[in-house]
């Protein structure tokens, strides 16, 4: 990542992780719209340089696999380093798969669980330890409906998320009296890559989910980016260990 430098010290400095598709790509052109510099990690580097082209001078990449968690307090020790303090961390970045309970292998629940959990957990110790001495700090995590009641065939994504939401708790607790606040949006049905993948093909599961759905319809990347910059913003200040639906009324639907 070629070294810039901030033309603004006051400006915030932000991580998106998976930010430069979906969900991700939505937060992070949030965040540039108000202001914030803003980190976007992924494995693509053909996608994060889009993303780059797309979004502007405050957005910054850096290609790199999470998955390598020996890498990762490296990887937050120079963005910090670089861009001198980190104030918001989004922890989006996640993979899913569909598939019969009894045909999940352990391999395949481990390479979900090690994406969706373990990265997140090394990641936001990462960002903590920077932000402990800041005084001051943002994490948001990002679940799933998955993760508010059960669906078929999504075992290792269920586990991860809902591990997640309880991580979102047990952090507000600890970390909130050191100034960082810790909040998860648990995204509805968006219409993303992710989403088409889980439900074309597949007509019972679409109509359950529109069935559901109060407002009748997916949600838009934009919609879970609105509700990231809210938590992150100052009108939040009294906000920690929420987890938020973003989701047309889908948690609580009939």
Same mark, same amino acid.
């Given at each position: 990542?070629?070294?810039?430098?901030?033309?603004?010290?006051?400006q915030?400095?932000a991580?998106?992780? @998976?930010?430069?598709?979906?969900?991700?790509?939505?937060?992070?052109?949030k965040?540039?719209?108000?202001?914030?510099?803003?980190?976007?990690?992924?494995?693509d580097?053909?996608k994060?340089? #889009?993303?780059?082209?797309?979004?502007?001078?405050l957005?910054?990449?850096?290609?790199?696999?999470?998955?390598d968690?020996?890498s990762?307090?490296?990887?937050?020790a120079?963005?910090?380093?670089?861009?001198?303090?980190?104030?918001?961390?989004?922890?989006?970045?996640?993979?899913?798969?569909?598939?019969?309970?009894a045909? #999940?292998?352990?391999?395949?629940?481990?390479?979900?669980?090690?994406?969706?959990l373990?990265s997140?957990f090394?990641?936001?110790?990462?960002?903590v330890?920077?932000?402990?001495?800041?005084?001051?700090?943002?994490?948001?995590?990002?679940?799933?409906?998955?993760?508010?009641?059960?669906?078929?065939?999504?075992i290792?994504?269920?586990?991860?998320?809902?591990?997640?939401?309880g991580?979102t708790?047990?952090?507000a607790?600890?970390?909130?009296?050191?100034?960082?606040l810790?909040?998860c949006?648990?995204p509805?049905f968006?219409?993303t890559?992710?989403s088409?993948?889980?439900?074309?093909?597949?007509?019972?599961?679409?109509?359950?989910?529109?069935a559901?759905?109060?407002?009748?319809?997916?949600?838009?990347?934009?919609?879970?980016?609105?509700?990231?910059?809210?938590?992150?913003?100052?009108?939040?200040?009294?906000?920690?260990?929420?987890?938020?639906p973003?989701?047309?009324?889908?948690?609580? @639907?009939?």
């Amino acid at each position: 990542m070629p070294q810039e430098q901030i033309s603004n010290p006051a400006q915030r400095i932000a991580i998106v992780t @998976g930010g430069a598709s979906g969900i991700g790509l939505a937060i992070t052109g949030k965040f540039v719209q108000a202001g914030i510099q803003t980190v976007i990690i992924g494995r693509d580097p053909e996608k994060l340089r #889009v993303a780059k082209e797309k979004l502007g001078p405050l957005c910054h990449a850096i290609a790199q696999d999470l998955n390598d968690l020996a890498s990762i307090p490296a990887l937050i020790a120079r963005i910090a380093a670089q861009y001198g303090r980190i104030d918001i961390l989004v922890n989006n970045a996640g993979i899913n798969m569909k598939k019969e309970f009894a045909d #999940v292998t352990d391999e395949e629940f481990e390479r979900i669980v090690h994406t969706n959990l373990h990265s997140v957990f090394a990641i936001s110790r990462e960002v903590v330890r920077i932000m402990i001495p800041q005084g001051q700090g943002n994490i948001i995590n990002i679940s799933s409906m998955a993760a508010q009641y059960g669906i078929p065939k999504v075992i290792a994504y269920t586990a991860s998320k809902s591990a997640i939401e309880g991580m979102t708790k047990a952090m507000a607790v600890e970390l909130s009296p050191m100034g960082i606040l810790v909040n998860c949006i648990a995204p509805g049905f968006i219409a993303t890559d992710m989403s088409a993948k889980a439900l074309n093909g597949d007509a019972e599961r679409k109509q359950k989910v529109f069935a559901r759905t109060p407002l009748g319809r997916l949600g838009e990347p934009a919609d879970i980016g609105d509700a990231a910059l809210f938590l992150a913003s100052p009108q939040a200040k009294y906000i920690t260990g929420v987890v938020l639906p973003i989701d047309g009324g889908n948690s609580i @639907g009939f």
